[in-house]
């Protein structure tokens, strides 16, 4: 690998660059520009030394002449830029020295960056990971996602209610890092009709749509890690094709030709908040669809242009689909070939079942995605029809494996059956790809058993594991740089592109003076989560204590409210049992709420109600605290995540497909308590049982206690600290002058049934964190147990995923530019 943009880089010219953006793009003075523009113009500067590289991949005619991965995602949660960049590039200090010579701070201009908030959690933020791993082992790739105007909303609180505002992350002056890329903007249309016609005696099928927009893309420039690659992230906006209908307009019909303007204006106007829920919308799956539409019509362009015959698709090109929401490119590349390159429809089948592979990332059957037949029929006409022809394929197979078999009919069916047919996303892809992968051993394992059982019968090798990842580079080098600098001194910087070489430090785990320094830079990235604590909240918090943390979206599978009984049981115990002792606490949640989740507003209310009141009561307040941080996003994480020493990852078991967080604090030297769930299982095996807690029921016991009939009052009255600290949700000790505020999440707990087992597991999870707090009052042991966990969790690296999907699923080549 290179290091190109070292070589080249030329301080003088940079600097004057930064300056002439300040000065012409921004239009302020040397003299009195904001620190806003100045971090706008060097990132601006950066961008264009990029551009020429994205170009020249672009170009590479060997690129052109391998396969590439097409990875398609509705969510590409990429974080700030300009820091991750830098050090892909390797020109961090050069430029924090030019940055220095013109008088501003680099670390704070990196501040001055908004987060792009183009996702919603876990699965925007691995497509993510997965850009920069492919980058950096530069696999020919990609990225195709949707530049919506509003990411994900910004969350604050009134009274500890989440409150949403929407989040413009271009800020009014653009986002600096994109290109327009307007050469390649394409034309979607929706609704109209299918025209049948005779074509050489033929008889053939046309879609006319009602109404057309057009497809802007903006792509974001992915740089490899020390390496002259860039890929793109390529963004597609909607937008209308001409200022309105002239025809329209002419006719008196102002107000209608206005309205497709709207329309198109609306559908990449914002991000669906929804995390693990589907609710199916009209624009919703317009979005879906403008995005799969303009994603294959850019691949066909590409690949049309390189000269390659259209038979020969699958060995240059590959699909991923980043769950089902961009399912709909299936029918719609078989559209494309059949009724746009006139291939037969078995010779078109036969190239798009060698092209897709899907990603399955959930088995909650409220997050399984299916659409009104009745929707798409309207909104895409010719596409219904094609989805009726490869169900009608797919059941004849169907019946020849299980003849006479109606319900394994009924239950494959891509079409659901009832008063309102429903069309299964899922049942589309497995049908339609040649790979479908699980995200963990353990959520792979269950794809097979209980979510597509009989699709693994028919198609025995289909499904398969690629356990998820987390790139090193932002996830440890960039956001903890005290660690990342003692792991290099003692094994070198191999690790950054290669993360397996990290368990050369085992050796170290006994070693005193390692310990030492390990500890203290865990202390000091504990300072700067403090001080960020202080500044924004106004709360004191003492590194002494133990930070743990629970950061993701709120959900009751991620059971926050298990985590808020163990607090509320710690509350009760350092107020009635004066033998209790423990280690000062402080309990760290984030999480945003989807808007119209009432339990998870609810619970969240509960939260910062309860933290109100334990960091005002002076009894328990040296002991313990509770911090709810606002408005949770990649750049906050990077802050959070270096600072943890205990991970909670608690879902219910077989609930959480993979997790990525519990791999980022791994790896940052906390220790994990959860339970036997998505790759916490990977995880143990990984770091060892003993640096570990692991706690609760595993999936065998959920599923017999289950079937045995699960009634959470059995341990409510079973179990004195249990009751206890339930019945603190009731009254007014939380919410004063308002009883029974909290009643809500009391109730889904007791007479809701506990769908999530939080009783049954609580007395399990509270003996795991009293071996905690045991554990941190021996430093030295506990030391040894941070050090292990880092040391060990070189698998978890998302160059390791690539490389598995590069394997097993893409088969293709790097390119080394
Ligand atoms: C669907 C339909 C309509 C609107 C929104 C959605 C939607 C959006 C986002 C449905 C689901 C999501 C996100 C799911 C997600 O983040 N899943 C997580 O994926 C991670 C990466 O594989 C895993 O680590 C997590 O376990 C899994 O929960």
């Not at 995602?73 to 940055?99: D, K, P, W």
């Not at 599978?557 to 049992?577: E, F, M, V």
């Not at 760290?588 to 309860?610: M, T, V």
């Amino acid at each position: 690998m290179k290091l190109n943009q070292q070589k080249k880089f030329d301080k003088a010219q940079f600097k004057n660059n930064v300056k002439r953006h300040l000065t012409s793009t921004y239009v302020q003075t040397v003299e009195k520009a904001s620190p806003r523009a100045w971090y706008l113009a060097m990132a601006r500067a950066l961008s264009e030394l990029t551009a020429f590289d994205l170009l020249e991949t672009e170009n590479d005619i060997r690129i052109k002449n391998s396969k590439s991965v097409n990875y398609l995602s509705l969510e590409f949660l990429v974080g700030r830029l300009t820091g991750n960049n830098l050090i892909s590039m390797g020109i961090y200090t050069q430029i924090s020295e030019a940055m220095e010579e013109l008088g501003h701070s680099l670390s704070d201009l990196l501040e001055q960056e908004r987060d792009p908030s183009l996702g919603n959690g876990g699965l925007g933020r691995l497509a993510a990971c997965f850009m920069d791993s492919c980058a950096a082992q530069e696999y020919p790739t990609v990225g195709y996602g949707l530049h919506y105007e509003y990411g994900l909303f910004k969350q604050s609180f009134i009274d500890g209610q989440q409150q949403e505002s929407p989040d413009a992350w271009q800020g009014v002056e653009g986002y600096p890092w994109e290109i327009a890329r307007p050469q390649l903007a394409q034309q979607i249309g929706f609704y109209g009709q299918v025209d049948i016609y005779q074509d050489q005696g033929r008889e053939r099928r046309r879609w006319v749509p009602g109404m057309f927009v057009k497809a802007m893309p903006w792509d974001l420039p992915i740089v490899g890690y020390q390496s002259e690659t860039v890929y793109p992230l390529r963004l597609w906006e909607c937008q209308a094709i001409a200022p309105f209908s002239l025809e329209s307009f002419n006719n008196g019909d102002y107000f209608d030709a206005q309205k497709s303007l709207i329309d198109a204006g609306n559908i990449t106007k914002v991000l669906y908040p929804n995390d693990n829920h589907e609710k199916g919308k009209t624009l919703r799956l317009m979005q879906q669809y403008f995005h799969s539409a303009a994603s294959i019509a850019d691949m066909l362009r590409r690949y049309e242009a390189a000269g390659h015959p259209l038979r020969l698709l699958p060995d240059y090109e590959t699909i991923q689909l980043n769950d089902t929401h961009p399912a709909i490119a299936i029918p719609e590349l078989m559209r494309v070939l059949v009724d746009e390159r006139d291939l037969s429809w078995d010779e078109a089948w036969s190239i798009c079942a060698k092209t897709f592979a899907y990603t399955n990332h959930t088995l909650l059957p409220e997050a399984l995605e299916t659409w009104s037949e009745s929707l798409i029929q309207r909104l895409l006409p010719r596409h219904m029809e094609i989805i009726y022809r490869i169900n009608y394929q797919f059941l004849s197979e169907v019946r020849q494996k299980w003849p006479g078999d109606v319900g394994k009919q009924q239950k494959l069916s891509i079409i659901e059956e009832g008063v309102h047919r429903m069309v299964r996303m899922a049942n589309l892809c497995v049908v339609g790809s040649y790979a479908v992968n699980g995200v963990a051993a353990l959520h792979t394992a269950l794809v097979k058993k209980d979510l597509f059982p009989e699709f693994d019968a028919l198609y025995p090798e289909r499904i398969r594991n690629v356990t998820n990842g987390v790139t090193p580079r932002r996830w440890l080098k960039f956001c903890n740089p005290g660690l990342s600098a003692l792991i290099s001194d003692k094994i070198g910087d191999e690790w950054t592109g290669e993360l397996e070489q990290i368990s050369q430090l085992a050796v170290y785990a006994d070693d005193p003076a390692f310990q030492q320094s390990y500890l203290a830079i865990k202390r000091g990235n504990k300072q700067r989560l403090a001080d960020w604590v202080m500044a924004h909240l106004g709360i004191e918090i003492s590194t002494d204590a133990i930070f743990d943390v629970q950061i993701k979206r709120l959900h009751e599978y991620k059971r926050q409210h298990l985590n808020l009984l163990h607090i509320l049981s710690l509350y009760h115990r350092l107020l009635h049992d004066p033998e209790f002792d423990m280690v000062p606490r402080v309990f760290f949640f984030a999480a945003k709420a989807a808007p119209g989740y009432y339990l998870a507003k609810e619970i969240i209310y509960a939260i910062n109600k309860i933290a109100q009141t334990i960091n005002n009561d002076e009894r328990v307040n040296q002991q313990l605290k509770v911090i709810f941080i606002p408005d949770y996003r990649v750049s906050m994480a990077e802050i959070i995540i270096p600072a943890a020493d205990v991970s909670e990852q608690i879902s219910t078991a077989g609930k959480e497909a993979s997790g990525t967080g519990n791999m980022k604090m791994a790896l940052n030297g906390a220790l994990t308590v959860g339970t036997m769930d998505g790759a916490n299982v990977e995880i143990r095996e990984e770091v060892g049982d003993e640096n570990i807690y692991i706690f609760g029921l595993d999936v065998a016991g959920v599923t017999a206690l289950k079937a045995q009939g699960y009634n959470p009052f059995d341990y409510y009255y079973a179990d004195p600290l249990l009751k206890s600290s339930m019945e603190l949700l009731m009254g007014e000790t939380f919410t004063p002058g308002q009883p029974d505020k909290l009643r809500v999440v009391y109730d889904s707990l007791l007479d809701g049934g506990d769908p999530y087992l939080c009783l049954a597991d609580f007395s399990s999870y509270v003996k795991a964190h009293e071996a905690i707090d045991a554990q941190y009052r021996d430093q030295q042991g506990w030391a040894r147990k941070t050090i292990l966990n880092t040391a060990s969790v070189g698998k978890f690296t998302s160059d390791r995923s690539i490389r598995d999907y590069v394997e097993n699923i893409w088969h293709l080549k790097a390119v080394h530019r």
